[in-house]
């Protein structure tokens, strides 16, 4: 089941307006199981099952390696041209697979019993990690087919979608404060850390955020000015904070791990000047939720900002319908019109889309229905 097969709520009357008292990490969702296409598509081998986290769940670590050249500037490859994948007289590809070897002697596996356990980093997996980097390797801890609620677990291509993005547009990232929403297991955030200065990587849940600071811990290597010395040459910082859409304020709750300080709130305050958020729009009232923190967030920022949203556009059958249809990106085109089309005398948003022309970093389907949208906001 993909990601907009999920009952409708009520809905704000105004992007502005204040939500009931919920919590992103509180809303129900009945759905079945899900799991994204990267995992599905990703090689057995590239997965590694690692542990439980504290809700039970398997944790795998995968592998990506971020496709540039020896200067380091440019990608391997271009944009995948669909002309040129091969397919098989329906239209569906054709998949080359490896002929099965009935004699062929495989080693023995010795399964291993995963238990629940902390996040904690061993020397040996330290000194991995900096090997893993040499070789442009990001590596993720992420779960795979989870419930609706937890696909922040998992990792989507539109995070591959905004990732290629962000690092063939690197010099406009450099020396930045980039503050990231839904940041899930924290991949773009890694990603764009590695050009810009101060990351503030948001997301809501203890669990999935000691899961992104994790993630950050394994590629603490990737920060360093060796990445990108021709555009980077300072280390760069990655804060991993709790930030709740449908809450009206920052977490200040010192006794709580992922909470805000006051000096951190200014900071983002006063020098964001960017925006990310991959692949977070799949219910409505999370994505109003998110149009109202946008509005919030841009109308107390300092400088001018641009968000860049990066989107899926999943067709559906429906019953309601009884046709297909793809209602949370229809929702989300809604949103985006209402955002620009605003008069309140206090802010000018304006919207456009962001062609998907720019080379290809990461090995994923970059298919047509991902999109990336630009939004710039600006007091009036």
């Not at 060796?226 to 980077?232: E, G, V």
């Not at 999370?286 to 999943?314: Q, V």
């Not at 793809?326 to 929702?331: I, Q, V, W």
Request: net charge negative; glycine share 4%.
């Amino acid at each position: 089941m993909n990601m907009n097969e999920i009952a409708v709520f009520p809905r704000a009357a105004s992007l502005i307006e204040c939500h009931a008292d919920l919590a992103m990490d509180q809303v129900t969702f009945r759905s079945d199981t899900v799991l994204s296409d990267v995992h599905l598509l990703l090689p057995n081998a590239s997965h590694l099952m690692k542990r439980l986290n504290n809700v039970g769940q398997p944790v795998f670590t995968s592998k990506f390696r971020i496709l540039r050249d020896s200067s380091g500037e440019s990608p391997v490859r271009e944009s995948t041209d669909e002309s040129s994948v091969p397919r098989d007289e329906d239209g569906d590809l054709d998949v080359v697979r490896r002929p099965r070897c009935t004699s062929c002697n495989r080693d023995a596996v010795c399964p291993i019993i995963l238990s629940q356990s902390a996040a904690t980093l061993t020397d040996e997996e330290e000194d991995s990690e900096e090997e893993d980097g040499a070789r442009d390797i990001i590596k993720i801890e992420h779960t795979m087919a989870t419930p609706l609620e937890d696909v922040g677990k998992q990792i989507w291509r539109g995070a591959f979608l905004l990732a290629d993005f962000i690092l063939a547009q690197a010099s406009m990232f450099k020396g930045a404060t980039v503050l990231e929403l839904g940041a899930g297991t924290g991949l773009t955030s890694i990603v764009v850390a590695m050009v810009a200065k101060t990351v503030y990587c948001t997301d809501v849940g203890d669990d999935l955020l000691s899961m992104c600071q994790r993630n950050v811990t394994l590629n603490k290597q990737h920060f360093e000015p060796q990445d990108f010395p021709s555009i980077h040459p300072t280390e760069s910082e990655i804060r991993v904070r709790q930030l709740d859409w449908m809450a009206d304020d920052f977490c200040t709750d010192a006794d709580l791990e992922f909470c805000w300080t006051d000096a951190e709130i200014a900071d983002l305050h006063d020098n964001t000047t960017f925006v990310i958020a991959a692949d977070v729009c799949y219910d409505d009232d999370l994505t109003d939720a998110l149009f109202r923190t946008l509005y919030r967030l841009a109308s107390n920022m300092r400088h001018p900002s641009t968000t860049y949203i990066s989107i899926e556009k999943r067709l559906n059958f429906t019953l309601r319908n009884m046709d297909v249809s793809c209602e949370a990106y229809d929702h989300f085109c809604h949103c985006l019109d209402q955002l620009q089309q605003m008069t309140d005398g206090k802010m000018n948003f304006t919207v456009e889309p962001v062609k998907s022309s720019f080379p290809q970093f990461f090995q994923y389907e970059r298919v047509e229905q991902l999109e990336l949208w630009k939004v710039t906001a600006e007091r009036l």
